[in-house]
């Protein structure tokens, strides 16, 4: 019986990485009664998929990060499909960028979210721009950004301590 728990033990923590993830995208989604945030919400499951990307990509896979974003497009009643390819560019990034990154300082990786951060959402903006065939305000999107840039040295330390406490000892047990 002890075998049995930790085997499902191990795979359910394996699943953290995911569930952490659809877990920011619901808290980012959760209305906190500010006019127009909807709009300007932090990039939070670009930021969980940035992380587990770099730090556990053996968790974090490309059918995760689509998942994760085709969550967010259906709860945020975007168009179907954008953040879930802007979330699996973010995760093949982070994979092939994972060795210079894993050696690099907290700054280093703040730097490269915020390069990362810098190219999806205006990329993400002319689409929509182009689906509606008009400009979308670019406020919103200056907004969003330097929020989410804000806020990634707070996730990145709460997705950090979960690895550290719940996925670096467990899993490899």
Not at 26 to 42: A, Q
Not at 74 to 96: D, T
Not at 112 to 124: E, Q, R, S, Y
Request: proline share 5%.
């Amino acid at each position: 019986m002890s075998a049995l728990l930790r085997q499902t033990s191990r795979r359910i923590r394996a699943l953290l990485p995911i569930l952490s993830s659809i877990a920011l995208v619901m808290f980012g989604l959760l209305p906190i009664g500010l006019p127009h945030f909807d709009s300007v919400g932090p990039a939070f499951a670009l930021m969980a998929v940035f992380y587990w990307s770099i730090f556990r990509s053996d968790l974090m896979t490309m059918v995760g990060a689509f998942l994760i974003g085709l969550l967010l497009d259906l709860l945020s009643a975007g168009p179907l499909g954008l953040n879930a390819l802007a979330l699996v560019l973010v995760h093949e990034l982070g994979m092939a960028q994972r060795k210079v990154f894993l050696g690099s300082s907290f700054l280093m990786n703040w730097a490269a979210f915020a390069l990362v951060l810098g190219a999806v959402l205006p990329a993400g903006w002319v689409i929509v721009s182009l689906l509606h065939w008009r400009l979308q305000p670019t406020v919103p999107l200056v907004a969003q950004l330097l929020l989410s840039l804000t806020l990634y040295p707070a996730v990145y330390w709460a997705l950090s301590k979960l690895e550290r406490r719940w996925l670096r000892a467990s899993v490899a047990v």
